[in-house]
C-alpha cells in the first residue's frame, strides 16, 4: 500500500477525496502519511485544515471536531514514535485499535467527546 498511501495523502493535501467514500480507516492512512513526511504540529494542522474543510464543503461544519481531530493524530504519533514500522500495514496490524471509532473513550467520556467545547477546541482528556 505505500504507493497507495502516497497517492492518497497527495490527493488529501490537494483536496481531492471525495468525502463520501473516505472512511475511518483512510483518515487513520492519511494520519500516518503525513505524520511520516511531516512533524507532528506540521501534520496536525494539514490533516485539521483539509478535514474541516471537507465537512464546510459536504454542509457538515458541525462534524468537524478539533478535540478528536488533534487526539487521533496524538494517538497514531505517539504509537508511531513507540516503535518503528516499515509501512503503514505493520503499523495498523500492531494498533488494530486504532480503526474502533471509539478508541478515545479510553482517555474522554462521550458527552465531553460530542460537545460543543470539543468541537471547538482542544479538550484535554480525563486523568
Request: glycine share 4%; net charge neutral; aromatic share 12%.
Amino acid at each position: 500500500m505505500k504507493a497507495n498511501l502516497e497517492e492518497l495523502v497527495k490527493k488529501f493535501e490537494a483536496g481531492r477525496i471525495n468525502n463520501t467514500t473516505f472512511k475511518h480507516y483512510e483518515h487513520v492512512a492519511v494520519a500516518y502519511g503525513l505524520l511520516s513526511k511531516y512533524l507532528f504540529e506540521e501534520a496536525t494542522y494539514i490533516y485539521a485544515r483539509i478535514i474541516r474543510k471537507m465537512a464546510e464543503e459536504a454542509g457538515a461544519k458541525d462534524k468537524f471536531n478539533v478535540t478528536i481531530t488533534f487526539a487521533f493524530m496524538g494517538v497514531i504519533a505517539e504509537r508511531m514514535e513507540t516503535k518503528s514500522f516499515d509501512h503503514f500495514e505493520a503499523f495498523i496490524e500492531s494498533n488494530s485499535d486504532l480503526l474502533e471509532k471509539n478508541i478515545l473513550q479510553n482517555w474522554y467520556s462521550t458527552k465531553k467527546l460530542n460537545s460543543q467545547l470539543a468541537r471547538n477546541v482542544l479538550v484535554l482528556p480525563m486523568v
